[in-house]
Nanobody
Framework: VQLQASGGGLVQPGGFLRLSCAASGVIFSINAVGWYRQAPGKQRELVATITSGGSTNYADSVKGRFTISRDNAKNTVYLQMNNLQPEDTAVYYC???????????????WGQGTLVTVSS
């Protein structure tokens, strides 16, 4: 099982990006998925989460600007980021606990990270 994060890039303040987190491999179920970010010199912080049932939660700093969603058929979670600001600059990671078989324990996986740079 792998988590592949993608969609980062350079964007001007006020711009938007959509990140994707795709799970691949032998998958029975994917639990809640979280997007985290880590800015240079700072600790990794939780940005948004979405449960398997679609319930969402956001950090106060991104509420109203970011939207997390999931396409269970594609084993993919998205993070739509609007009105990006320089303080959103960070490497963004996705994380989830994934069960490969119905009888196996869910294991924790991290995507490799995708860099988002907000600058004029």
């Amino acid at each position: 099982v792998q988590l592949q994060a993608s969609g980062g890039g350079l964007v001007q303040p006020g711009g938007f990006l959509r990140l994707s987190c795709a799970a691949s491999g032998v998958i029975f179920s994917i639990n809640a998925v979280g997007w985290y970010r880590q800015a240079p010199g700072k600790q990794r912080e939780l940005v948004a989460t979405i449960t398997s049932g679609g319930s969402t939660n956001y950090a106060d700093s991104v509420k109203g600007r970011f939207t997390i969603s999931r396409d269970n058929a594609k084993n993919t979670v998205y993070l739509q980021m609007n009105n990006l600001q320089p303080e959103d600059t960070a490497v963004y990671y996705c994380n989830s606990q994934i069960q490969s078989r119905s009888f196996s324990k869910a294991l924790n996986y991290w995507g490799q990270g995708t860099l988002v740079t907000v600058s004029s």
